[in-house]
């Protein structure tokens, strides 16, 4: 079982080098983290971008990237199909965006996979290293589904179920956000909560256990359990593996925390053809670098047939 970032990286070192297809790695931190995945044997990278920004950037850091596949193009989308597409054809094992906007990712995504009638409903997972937690941690959908209705919650939790499976959580326990009232109706996310809870436990989710809590204090705290000013009190043993938001806004906002707290963070997208690292535009080489080491670790496993 995968326990840490640390963990992940030695994997990476014995499973690599993968192919990895880069989106426009035009910035310093970007191409350094490519520079240095190379070096340390987890990667063969493929430069999708820009010549002459991959060029200028790749002598700013040190790399000679003479010796490397380069697919010149400019158009953001284009770049972006291009190393998609890639993917689902088998020529690379992972891709990692680079300093490109998202949207184009995931619609690259979105379309190789209804062209491979795949059925697979696109999803983020951002996962957290936390001090004291025996586990990585997920916050799912951080990426793609605004605000998803019943069915599209099922297919997000098959995902990060299966991301789970794949870092060698057998059972992995999630917790579904919501909100209830004491007076009134409950709340459309409570009511998914409820169903949700009933589809874990008739194995429709594949092997995972669904918490009874269904908010912070719930789950560290116990029912009726308050946060203070201070920590004391939480038993970190409790942390899901998964936290499923009710819309995408909740889980970026919880994802993100890690920017004022001792936590290191990747974001991965499995689609059903490998992996796809998402890092921020605004992280830095180190973080970028765990991020591409979570891709060639998934991927391996993906290869392998790891459920």
């Not at 493929?46 to 596949?69: C, P």
């Not at 326990?173 to 169903?195: C, H, K, N, Q």
């Not at 436990?201 to 116990?222: H, N, P």
Request: glycine share 8%; with cysteine.
């Amino acid at each position: 079982m995968i326990r840490s970032l640390s963990d992940i990286s030695r994997l990476a070192l014995e499973k690599g080098p993968k192919k990895l297809a880069v989106l426009a790695p035009e910035d310093e931190e970007f191409m350094l983290a490519v520079k240095r995945s190379w070096e340390k044997g987890c990667i063969e990278p493929v430069l999708i971008g820009d010549r002459d920004k991959m060029a200028r950037v790749a002598e700013t850091v040190g790399f000679d990237i003479s010796r490397f596949e380069q697919i010149v193009e400019h158009d953001r989308q284009t770049v972006s199909d291009l190393g998609i597409g890639m993917l689902f054809s088998g020529d690379v094992s992972v891709v990692s965006k680079g300093q490109i906007t998202t949207s184009y990712v995931y619609r690259s995504i979105i379309r190789a996979e209804a062209k491979a009638a795949s059925g697979m409903t696109v999803t983020v997972v951002s996962i957290w290293e936390v001090p004291g937690v025996d586990h990585l941690v997920g916050f799912t959908d951080s990426g793609v589904n605004i605000r998803p209705d019943f069915k599209t919650k099922v297919e997000i939790l098959r995902n990060a179920v299966f991301l789970c499976h794949l870092l060698g959580y057998e059972t992995p326990g999630i917790a579904v956000l919501s909100g209830r009232r004491t007076f009134g109706e409950d709340l459309p996310s409570y009511a998914d909560y409820e169903l949700l809870r009933r589809m874990a436990g008739s194995g429709c989710l594949g092997d995972c256990e669904i918490l009874e809590a269904t908010s912070i204090a719930e789950i560290f705290l116990g029912a009726g359990g308050r946060l203070k000013e201070s920590f004391d009190g939480i038993d970190l043993s409790k942390t899901p593996h998964i936290f499923l938001a009710p819309c995408l806004d909740t889980a970026n906002i919880l994802a993100k925390l890690d920017l004022a707290m001792d936590i290191k963070r990747c974001s991965i997208s499995v689609t059903s053809r490998g992996a796809v690292c998402i890092p921020a535009r605004s992280d830095l080489s180190s973080a970028i670098e765990d991020q591409i080491e979570m891709g060639v670790v998934v991927a391996d496993r993906i290869q392998e047939g790891v459920r």
